[in-house]
């Protein structure tokens, strides 16, 4: 039989076993559309501002022309009357701005504006962090566990995160439970109790559901942080061939 086509699950090939060492994450790239400035997490909202009328339409309903009538010995009392009608039109004013300020002011709140730009500002972000603690990293590596290297790997990307970022946290050590969700405060009281297990760990399997939370979180940007030591053998799916391939991650 000839060579197998390419496909997009060869991005991840198994090598043999090696020394364990500490990578980066792996990241997905923004969708597109990243570079946009300033956007709004709930935009439905923005349909309230039409109620900005209500306060437009209450002052015009308040304003009435009465008929006028000139009377001479009134002049006096005329002039007095103007100058009151002219603060009570101020007032007036002063108080539709207001109301329409308050209006404003609950529609931005309800629509969750954020805005993007420099110095590590960016969109809202699904962040899962896939945290191998199998068995190999529980080595000693420099002087430290492997599993401590890598834990500090996974605190920093969570400190890197924004509060309108959701992350979660995937232990690959077998057996995993689902993954955990919540605050930074959370994820890093996570993250620090995370301990080695006796297992290999299963990185296919928490790449495959790295993905489907990625997928599923519809957020502007998806970010998959894989921090392991890479064995080979934790890409082996239990019960799966010798030859089988990596999951794909774009």
Same mark, same amino acid.
């Given at each position: 039989m000839g060579p197998r086509p390419a496909s997009p699950w060869d991005r991840l090939?198994?090598?043999?076993?090696?020394? $364990?060492?500490?990578?980066?994450? +792996?990241?997905?790239?923004?969708? +597109?559309? +990243?570079?946009?400035?300033?956007?709004?997490?709930?935009?439905?909202?923005?349909? $309230?501002?039409?109620?900005?009328?209500?306060?437009?339409?209450?002052?015009?309903?308040?304003?009435?022309?009465?008929?006028?009538?000139?009377?001479? +010995?009134?002049?006096?009392?005329?002039?007095?009357?103007?100058?009151? $009608?002219?603060?009570?039109?101020?007032?007036?004013?002063?108080?539709?701005?207001?109301?329409?300020? $308050?209006?404003?002011l609950l529609v931005g709140a309800g629509a969750r504006p954020f805005v993007r730009g420099g110095g590590g500002v960016h969109d809202p972000t699904a962040t899962i962090l896939i945290l191998d603690n199998s068995m190999s990293s529980g080595l000693i590596r420099g002087g430290a566990r492997v599993l401590d290297l890598l834990n500090a790997v996974a605190l920093r990307s969570i400190e890197r995160a924004s509060d309108e970022d959701r992350i979660w946290l995937i232990r690959a050590g077998e057996p995993r439970g689902p993954a955990i969700t919540g605050s930074r405060a959370d994820l890093r009281a996570a993250v620090s109790a995370t301990d080695v297990t006796d297992a290999r760990g299963d990185l296919r399997s928490a790449l495959e559901r790295a993905v489907l939370l990625a997928a599923g979180s519809r957020l502007p940007a998806a970010e998959i942080h894989l921090i392991s030591d890479l064995q080979a053998s934790a890409f082996e799916r239990s019960g799966s061939p010798a030859g089988g391939e990596a999951v794909p991650f774009e």
């Open positions: 090939r198994r090598g043999r076993d090696r020394d $364990a060492t500490v990578e980066g994450p +792996a990241l997905l790239p923004p969708k +597109a559309g +990243a570079s946009r400035l300033m956007g709004f997490l709930s935009p439905i909202f923005l349909l $309230a501002g039409l109620a900005v009328a209500v306060p437009l339409i209450l002052h015009l309903f308040h304003r009435h022309d009465a008929k006028r009538m000139v009377f001479p +010995a009134l002049q006096y009392l005329l002039r007095t009357e103007k100058e009151h $009608a002219r603060t009570i039109r101020f007032r007036q004013l002063l108080l539709l701005l207001l109301r329409i300020t $308050a209006v404003l």
